[in-house]
């Protein structure tokens, strides 16, 4: 399984982005696709996860101003990042959750830059 991440850039505060991230490769039946973030010198944290079969959890700190989505057709998902902050300046990654026969394989692409400035 790969990942390709794209959509990052530089936003001022209020703004909105659209990150996407394609998956290619028997990404499996029962998955889940989703987005996290590290900003520097903090630990990785989720932003939001979409499971294979529709189900969806936000971090805290998105609640209300990113929306995640996956086309199945695409193998892709996306995060329609709204009222950027400051705060929000991370590397996102994107993470795949592949289960299969009860193991969970995790693929992680390769990372897409995101600024915010106030």
């Known amino acids: 399984v790969q990942l390709q991440a794209s959509g990052g850039g530089l936003m001022q505060a209020g703004g909105s982005l659209r990150l996407s991230c394609a998956a290619s490769g028997n990404i499996g039946n029962s998955n889940a696709m989703g987005w996290y973030r590290q900003a520097p010198g903090k630990q990785r944290e989720m932003d939001a996860v979409?499971?294979?079969?529709?189900?969806?959890n936000y971090g805290d700190s998105v609640k209300g101003r990113f929306t995640i989505s996956r086309d199945n057709a695409k193998n892709t998902v996306y995060l329609h990042m709204n009222s950027l902050k400051p705060e929000d300046t991370a590397v996102y990654y994107c993470?795949?959750?592949?289960?299969?026969?009860?193991?969970?394989?995790?693929?992680w692409g390769q990372g897409t830059l995101v600024t915010v400035s106030s």
């Open positions: 993470k795949l959750v592949k289960y299969y026969y009860y193991k969970e394989y995790d693929y």
């Open positions: 979409v499971a294979s079969g529709g189900n969806i």
